[in-house]
């Protein structure tokens, strides 16, 4: 895929958020790091309550991401299911279960100074 036709962080943000609500995904957080960070666009964190569905969760997102927009993601941890870490370059993607999510409190560190994360 072309530079040209690759779909803006905007677009890729919707289909995301639109394919982790399809799928039941808890406690979906959203982060603009435009101006915080080079590492992307956006990130956006989400819980599944079971290592299944944490990994079902990741596998169709990177399915239809492929599919719709031509992006293969970069995947970590889909084995474990534990903590699957999707990039697509402009959206990182974290899906969590619960009480890793709680452990690692990842949103935590991506604080606006106003002291409370750019969630939606």
């Known amino acids: 895929m072309t530079a040209a036709t690759r779909p803006t962080p905007e677009t890729l943000l919707g289909a995301i958020l639109t394919s982790l609500s399809d799928d039941k995904a808890e406690d979906v957080v959203q982060i603009d790091l435009r101006g915080k960070s080079e590492i992307g666009d956006y990130m956006v964190i989400a819980s599944g309550r079971s290592t299944r569905q944490v990994t079902a969760i990741a ?34 993607v974290h899906v969590f279960r619960p009480e890793v999510r709680e452990f690692y409190q990842l949103e935590k560190m991506w604080l606006t100074p106003e002291g409370r994360a750019d969630a939606r």
Not at 76 to 84: F, I, L, N, P, S
Request: proline share 0%; hydrophobic share 35%.
């Open 59 to 92: 596998e169709k997102l990177t399915e239809r991401l492929k599919a719709d927009h031509g992006i293969s993601a970069k995947v970590e941890g889909k084995d474990t299911g534990d903590w699957v870490l999707i990039d697509t370059g402009d959206v990182i």
